[in-house]
C-alpha cells in the first residue's frame, strides 16, 4: 500500500492533480482512495458531488472522503482534554495553569493526520492519495508528532504522569501513537510527498524551501508538478497569440531554472480552458500528467539518508543532504548530543551518531547538495 501526499501554495490545483492521481490509479485496476485534509471542500467540487467523511464510491474502484477535523475535536479530544485538566487541577496546581497545560496546539491537524492513517491502515486501499491543506499547513501538519512529543515532555517534567496512573496511560498511549505516525511519514517506500507548482518564479523560489523543510523532517518528496502551463500559441496570430508565446517562454525559463536545480522530475500540466470536474474529465488531466505511465512508478526513489558519516584521517565527516534554496543562510547549534539545523524558519534537532558525540565542529561547508561538517576529536580522544 503506498500514501501519496499533495501539498503546494494554496491556488495551484493540487486538489485537482490528487483526485486525477487516484482517478488514473483506480484505471489501472487499483482499489484508490482520495481523501482531503483540506478545510476547504474542494474534492468535492473535483468529483461534482458531495463527500463525508467514511469513503464512497464515486467510480469504479475509485473511493473518496473528506475528512471532518473540527468532528474529529469534538467527538475525541474534548472528552480527553477535560480528563487532563481534572488531573492537573487534582495535583494543586492553579485553573489557569490546568487549562494552559491541556491546550494542544494544532489538535484538529493532528487528528486529521490520524483519520488519514486509520483510513490507510484497515481500508482494502492500494493506494491512499491525500490531497493536503497549503504548504505551510502541510509542513505545520507533519510536524506535528515531534512537536507534540515535546508537549508530553512538558507534562512529564510538571509530574503529572507520576501523580495518576490513568494520566500516565493516557499520555503513554499517545506518545506510542505519534511515534507510529512519525514512522508512517518518514517511511520512504510507503510514504511519498508530491509538490505542485505553478510555473512562477515566486511559486519555485517556495517550492525550494518546501523541500529543504522536507528533508529536514525526513519525508521523502518524490516528484514536483508544474501545473497550468500555458499552452503553445503554434499557428495562431494576434496580440492574444503574442501574449501567450511570451508568458509561455517565461514559464519555460522559470521550469529550465529548477530543473537544473533539482534532481527530481518535474512533470507539467497545460491550464485548461474549462475547470475539469468529474472522473473522465479528472483522466484526462492524468493521461497528460502521466502519459502511459503507472503514477507510482514515475516519483524519485528515496535518495541518500539525511546523514551520512565518512572518516577523514582522525577527523569525520558528516553529510546532511538537504536540497538548500538559494540565498539560504543554515544554521547550526549543538545542543548536547543533538545538532540543531535551522533552514529558512525550519528547525530540527538532529540526534548525532555515537561516534561523534565527543567530538567537536571545526568546518562547515554548503552546497546545493547539502551541508557537509568536520568533526575533530578533542585533545583527549586523539590517538
Same mark, same amino acid.
Given at each position: 500500500m503506498r500514501i501519496l501526499l499533495f501539498t503546494g501554495k494554496g491556488g495551484v490545483g493540487k486538489t485537482t492533480l490528487a483526485a486525477a492521481t487516484a482517478a488514473r490509479m483506480a484505471a489501472f485496476g487499483r482499489k484508490a482512495l482520495v481523501v482531503s485534509t483540506d478545510p476547504a471542500h474542494s474534492l468535492a467540487d473535483a468529483f461534482g458531488m458531495a463527500l463525508a467523511a467514511e469513503p464512497a464510491e464515486v467510480d469504479t474502484s475509485l473511493y473518496a472522503a473528506h475528512i471532518d477535523a473540527r468532528g474529529l475535536v469534538d467527538r475525541h479530544w474534548s472528552t480527553l482534554r477535560e480528563h487532563l485538566r481534572r488531573v492537573v487541577a487534582g495535583i494543586g496546581l492553579d485553573a489557569l495553569d490546568a487549562e494552559e497545560l491541556t491546550v494542544l496546539p494544532g489538535v484538529d491537524e493532528l487528528l486529521a493526520l490520524t483519520e488519514v492513517a486509520r483510513l490507510a491502515e484497515t481500508g482494502p486501499w492500494d493506494v491512499v492519495?491525500?490531497?493536503?491543506?497549503?504548504?505551510?499547513? !502541510?509542513? &505545520? /501538519?507533519?510536524?506535528? $508528532? +515531534?512537536?507534540? #512529543?515535546?508537549?508530553?515532555? *512538558?507534562?512529564?517534567? @510538571?509530574? =503529572?504522569?507520576?501523580?495518576?496512573?490513568?494520566?500516565?496511560?493516557?499520555?503513554?498511549?499517545?506518545?506510542?501513537?505519534?511515534?507510529?505516525?512519525?514512522?508512517?511519514?518518514?517511511?520512504?517506500?510507503?510514504? !511519498?510527498? &508530491? /509538490?505542485?507548482?505553478? $510555473? +512562477?518564479?515566486? #511559486?519555485?523560489?517556495?517550492? *525550494?524551501?518546501?523541500? @529543504?523543510? =522536507?528533508?529536514?523532517?525526513?519525508?521523502?518528496?518524490?516528484?514536483?508538478?508544474?501545473?497550468?502551463?500555458?499552452?503553445?500559441?503554434?499557428?495562431?496570430?494576434?496580440?492574444?497569440?503574442?501574449?501567450?508565446? !511570451?508568458? &509561455?517562454?517565461?514559464?519555460?525559463?522559470?521550469?529550465?531554472?529548477?530543473?537544473?536545480?533539482?534532481?527530481?522530475?518535474?512533470?507539467?500540466?497545460?491550464?485548461?480552458?474549462?475547470?475539469?470536474?468529474?472522473?473522465?474529465?479528472?483522466?484526462?488531466?492524468?493521461?497528460?500528467?502521466?502519459?502511459?505511465?503507472?503514477?507510482?512508478?514515475?516519483?524519485?526513489?528515496?535518495?541518500?539518508?539525511?546523514?551520512?558519516?565518512?572518516?577523514?584521517?582522525?577527523?569525520?565527516?558528516?553529510?546532511?543532504?538537504?536540497?538548500?534554496?538559494?540565498?539560504?543562510d543554515p544554521d547550526l547549534a549543538r545542543v548536547g548530543d543533538d545538532l540543531a539545523v535551522t533552514v529558512d524558519g525550519t528547525r530540527r534537532l538532529v540526534a548525532l551518531p555515537l561516534m561523534l558525540r565527543r567530538h567537536t565542529v571545526t568546518d562547515a561547508e554548503a552546497d546545493s547538495a547539502g551541508l557537509l561538517l568536520r568533526f575533530t576529536p578533542g585533545e583527549e580522544d586523539r590517538p
Open positions: 492519495v491525500v490531497d493536503c491543506g497549503p504548504t505551510a499547513e !502541510t509542513l &505545520r /501538519l507533519l510536524a506535528l $508528532p +515531534e512537536a507534540i #512529543a515535546g508537549y508530553l515532555d *512538558r507534562m512529564r517534567a @510538571a509530574r =503529572l504522569v507520576a501523580e495518576v496512573r490513568a494520566a500516565a496511560d493516557t499520555v503513554g498511549t499517545l506518545a506510542t501513537h505519534l511515534a507510529g505516525l512519525r514512522a508512517l511519514l518518514t517511511d520512504a517506500d510507503t510514504t !511519498t510527498v &508530491r /509538490l505542485v507548482l505553478t $510555473p +512562477e518564479r515566486l #511559486a519555485v523560489a517556495e517550492t *525550494r524551501r518546501t523541500l @529543504a523543510a =522536507l528533508a529536514l523532517r525526513g519525508v521523502h518528496v518524490d516528484a514536483l508538478v508544474a501545473n497550468r502551463v500555458v499552452p503553445r500559441a503554434r499557428r495562431w496570430q494576434g496580440p492574444a497569440a503574442a501574449w501567450l508565446r !511570451t508568458r &509561455r517562454a517565461e514559464q519555460d525559463a522559470v521550469l529550465a531554472e529548477l530543473d537544473a536545480s533539482t534532481p527530481l522530475t518535474v512533470h507539467r500540466v497545460e491550464h485548461r480552458a474549462a475547470e475539469p470536474v468529474g472522473a473522465a474529465a479528472l483522466l484526462a488531466v492524468a493521461d497528460e500528467l502521466y502519459a502511459d505511465t503507472d503514477p507510482l512508478d514515475v516519483g524519485r526513489p528515496p535518495g541518500a539518508p539525511l546523514l551520512s558519516v565518512t572518516e577523514d584521517g582522525d577527523d569525520y565527516l558528516l553529510a546532511i543532504a538537504l536540497p538548500l534554496p538559494d540565498g539560504s
